[in-house]
């Protein structure tokens, strides 16, 4: 192949479009999502397993090892709602009132969880 042959075709390649820059606010809010994901997540996931300690209707060791493997469903839960939300906020905010909501209850009955 000749120098020229080689110039053509490097010539002829497609020109590849160069990727539009994501903006500070879509960055943002991927990050805010994350968090949401990531560290709401895990509160209500605690949150879950402290109310189903409570009122799952089995013995004591049965229930703290059945909320434990279910609060990993519960996690990822709420990380695919925290993507799928139509906000950000609301991607923070629904999930943090039922954090609050689980973990108040499993806080003010305590005695759901006497029985052996």
Do not use: H
Request: with cysteine.
């Amino acid at each position: 192949m000749t120098m020229t042959q080689t110039l053509a075709r490097a010539a002829s390649a497609p020109i590849r479009k160069p990727r539009p820059t994501l903006s500070w606010r879509y960055r943002g809010e991927v990050a805010v999502r994350a968090f949401a994901a990531v560290v709401i997540g895990y509160a209500v996931a605690y949150a879950s397993t402290a109310f189903l300690t409570l009122v799952l209707p089995l013995g004591r060791n049965d229930r703290v090892v059945t909320a434990s493997l279910l609060c990993f469903f519960v996690w990822c839960g709420v990380a695919m709602y925290a993507f799928a939300a139509r906000t950000p906020w609301r991607a923070c905010w629904a999930p943090a009132l039922w954090a609050i909501a689980l973990y108040g209850i499993a806080a003010l009955f305590p005695e759901l969880g006497a029985r052996p």
